[in-house]
């Protein structure tokens, strides 16, 4: 079994609607209940910012501080990780406008938030992720990208410089007057970026579909199958040299059409993950809701089973309102496949009896206005 990381304190200042919380912790589960606005999900959304990234929200960090808040929000956490006991200290208190995310990692100030990766790893569910199957492919891409993280800390910095270096190919097209070799050489990094993208996305697909092929959480939730379109579509048995090449021919060839259009039309940034029901062999659009619910919880727990496995250490979940659209036996099971990933959850809900099956493997915790008691 992976080895477990769990959070042995958390202290929040200024977050939301938390003024200041200090929680003590041991390894169990997390259950966290109360009334809808109570401040469930926003202690939820503290422990997503020891993750690089913005949280579960995406939220603006100035929209993180509680208000009247004179300074931004810190979050601490003490737990053992990955490389073993480690103090996070995170948040935006102090920093100029309150926009710079500083990390702190046992007292000593980080180069840049994705240090974090070596001491945990953090996935979610959240309602908010109910639209995954209907909504944009942006919302696919960002998932998957996600999934991607999880396993492979770079992926984050190559998106990132492909996405700085296609504004920068979209402003010299736009102007009218690009200097060819400049053009080129920024096309040249968009398409060592992006194959290294789509390539790394192409193989978090293939480990799920291995695992689900062999266990697909014991077939409470149904299984997924999943795969890429948009771009380059069946040409990835080929080799990376050549997907570059490609992917280079395409941005020369549609630099009149890119500049028309205000925008680069071909590449990963245009890809759409395609989710399908597999024992109904139905798009997941056209699932019903429970139906998607359920797709999406096994494809998290599936993930999340993945990481331990590639890892060796149990990521923290968060999973919020996760029992209200389960009935009593799904749940049940539902908790079960939680306990077995071997890693710590937080979990919420409206009423603390939904969460009766997990008996003593969970600390049971109740939110009010911003307080915490239990």
């Known amino acids: 079994m992976p080895h477990k990381v769990s959070l042995s304190r958390l202290k929040l200042s200024d977050f939301r609607n938390y003024a200041g919380l200090s929680l003590d912790l041991d390894d169990r589960h997390v259950v966290l209940t109360g009334e809808n606005g109570a401040g469930k999900t926003n202690l939820m959304e503290a422990v997503s910012f020891l993750s690089p990234g913005r949280g579960l929200r995406r939220a603006a960090y100035a929209d993180v501080a509680r208000v009247g808040a004179e300074t931004g929000f810190s979050v601490f956490a003490e737990l053992e990780g990955m490389d073993g006991p480690v103090e996070i200290g995170t948040g935006t208190a102090g920093a100029e406008e309150g926009q710079t995310r500083r990390l702190r990692l046992n ?113 409470v939730f149904p299984a997924a199958d999943l795969a890429l379109s948009g771009f380059l579509d069946g040409e990835w048995h080929r080799p990376a040299f050549d997907l570059e090449e490609q992917y280079l021919d395409m941005m020369k060839n549609g630099r009149y059409r890119d500049a028309a259009a205000g925008r680069t039309l071909d590449g990963p940034h245009r890809s759409d993950l395609l989710i399908r029901h597999r024992a109904k062999n139905m798009e997941a659009a056209r699932c019903s809701t429970g139906e998607q619910k359920a797709l999406l919880v096994g494809l998290v727990l599936a993930h999340a089973r993945l990481v331990g496995n590639m890892t060796g250490h149990a990521p923290v979940l968060l999973l919020d309102e996760i029992a209200a659209h389960l009935d009593e036996g799904r749940r049940a099971a539902l908790f079960d496949l939680v306990d077995d990933l071997g890693g710590q959850a937080f979990m919420t809900g409206t009423d603390r009896s939904m969460f009766s099956a997990l008996g003593d493997r969970a600390r049971y915790l109740t939110v009010a206005n911003g307080t915490v008691s239990g």
């Open 107 to 219: 007292g000593t100030t980080a180069k840049t938030v994705d240090e974090l990766l070596d001491h945990l790893r953090v996935l979610w569910l959240t309602p908010a992720m109910d639209g995954l199957f209907t909504g944009g492919s942006g919302d696919r891409r960002r998932f998957l990208d996600r999934l991607v993280l999880s396993l492979d800390p770079e992926h984050g910095r190559r998106a990132t410089d492909y996405e700085r270096a296609m504004r920068s190919r979209n402003k010299l097209l736009s102007e009218g007057r690009a200097d060819p070799v400049w053009l080129t050489g920024l096309e040249r990094q968009m398409a060592e970026l992006g194959i290294s993208m789509a390539l790394a996305r192409q193989e978090m697909l293939g480990l799920l579909a291995g695992l689900v092929e062999k266990n697909h959480e014991g077939g």
